[in-house]
């Protein structure tokens, strides 16, 4: 090793380690996981067979399905400590807070808490996408002052969390967009947030430690954080006739666009073609056409005037939106997603792993004396 490291700012380009989970052609604009191509998985799948995917290597038979599924099913309740630790929050905690709060206390409550085995880290993965789901829903009713609603055993993950959000059982059209917009979330390679789950696990602490320091990296509007962002801009703009002065005011103003541009992909977010579509109808069916509409033309200015794409974060906004999701709890719902990645990664890195340690490259001053006290 050079003692002469070469920096690489934000470690753009550096390849940190070999997945056999997700295929990104940033240049192509193609995105699969273990092969299977995004877009099929997102109009094909369910995202219980996306997570079998991920955690077990394919898609799974029916019998397995049905199995895994039951297993999912049976691990969404959460302790009732952790209910009592929501109803201590301030009401106008930031979900995300909670929800990291939720790893942490999970892990202290989880009864493989101190295994890091194999199969011990597939059953915590399990119990972190089922119970997570339940937590963000269960502290979004404590802080509205409502009584949670108690997971459905009759529904599959994705309609599930819509019920015990609203308390409502979905129609299928909304549960089959969230489906799929969860599929799109579920892994990308290593993003920071993912990146930082495998530096935690590379130490071999913990899954659950793992897991809570991906919530604090997706956290930030330029990752996950950008989804609420996107709808925070569409609400600025207010209307469709106003999005021409506001990018021609906001590119003057040299601001940075939420749910543009990306780190990888230069062509085009493969997963915001998909997202597209399911939020024109989502926003179609809810009579909120207008957020579809505003983003369309907000994605053609900008693209216009600075060649930026939109990002997966573009078009889950309207959508989310529309499905009734607060804006508040679009990152929360994105880390419902992305833990199947998470965890998948997780088993990757304990199964072959080997220390993350980078280096830094010095630029303070050259080596000197010390100088007592008295002296200086
Ligand atoms: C996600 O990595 C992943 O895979 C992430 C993700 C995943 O699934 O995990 O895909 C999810 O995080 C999507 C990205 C969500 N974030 C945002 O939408 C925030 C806005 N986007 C930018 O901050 C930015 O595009 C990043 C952070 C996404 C990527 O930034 P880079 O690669 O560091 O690029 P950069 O900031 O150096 O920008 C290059 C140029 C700059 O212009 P110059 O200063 O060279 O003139 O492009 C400009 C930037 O100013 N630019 C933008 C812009 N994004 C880039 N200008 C205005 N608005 C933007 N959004």
């Not at 993912?194 to 320091?213: C, K």
């Not at 991906?214 to 569409?234: D, N, R, S």
């Not at 907000?298 to 930026?308: D, F, P, S």
Request: proline residues 6%.
């Amino acid at each position: 090793m050079s003692e002469a490291p070469e920096l690489i700012r934000g470690l753009e380009g550096v390849v940190a380690a070999e997945t056999a989970l997700c295929d990104l052609d940033g240049a192509g604009g193609r995105l699969a996981y273990r092969g299977y191509d995004i877009a099929d998985l997102a109009r094909r799948a369910t995202f219980e067979e996306v997570a079998h995917l991920l955690w077990r290597g394919d898609l799974p038979t029916k019998a397995q399905l049905d199995a895994f599924s039951a297993e999912l099913v049976a691990a969404r309740p959460i302790p009732d400590g952790l209910h009592a630790a929501f109803r201590l929050l301030p009401k106008a905690a930031d979900p995300m807070r909670a929800l990291q709060l939720s790893a942490a206390m999970l892990g202290a409550l989880d009864p493989d808490a101190a295994d890091n085995s194999p199969e011990a880290n597939v059953r915590k993965a399990m119990r972190l996408t089922s119970q997570l789901a339940t937590a963000i829903c269960t502290h979004h009713r404590i802080r509205l002052g409502k009584e949670p609603v108690p997971p459905a055993k009759d529904l599959g993950h994705a309609a599930n969390f819509l019920f015990m959000l609203t308390g409502e059982r979905p129609p299928a059209v909304n549960a089959r967009a969230f489906d799929a917009s969860l599929i799109l979330y579920a892994e990308h390679e290593m993003n920071a947030s993912t990146f930082t789950t495998r530096v935690i696990s590379s130490t071999l602490s913990d899954m659950h430690s793992a897991i809570a320091g991906g919530i604090g990296a997706i956290k930030g509007p330029l990752h996950g954080g950008a989804g609420e962002a996107v709808m925070l801009t569409l609400k600025e703009i207010g209307r469709v006739e106003n999005v021409d002065a506001f990018v021609e005011k906001a590119l003057g103003a040299k601001r940075r666009l939420m749910g543009f541009g990306h780190r990888v992909y230069r062509a085009g977010d493969p997963r915001a073609a998909v997202l597209r579509g399911l939020a024109e109808e989502a926003c179609r069916l809810s009579g909120e056409g207008m957020w579809f509409e505003m983003a369309v033309r907000l994605h053609e200015r900008v693209n216009r005037a600075k060649g930026l794409i939109p990002n997966v974060d573009f078009y889950s906004a309207p959508l989310f939106y529309a499905l009734g999701i607060p804006v508040d709890l679009f990152t929360p719902v994105i880390v419902a997603g992305r833990i199947a990645g998470w965890t998948a990664h997780l088993l990757e890195q304990y199964q072959d792993n080997r220390l993350i340690r980078p280096r830094g490259k010095y630029t303070g001053p050259p080596r000197r004396q010390f100088v007592p006290l008295e002296r200086r």
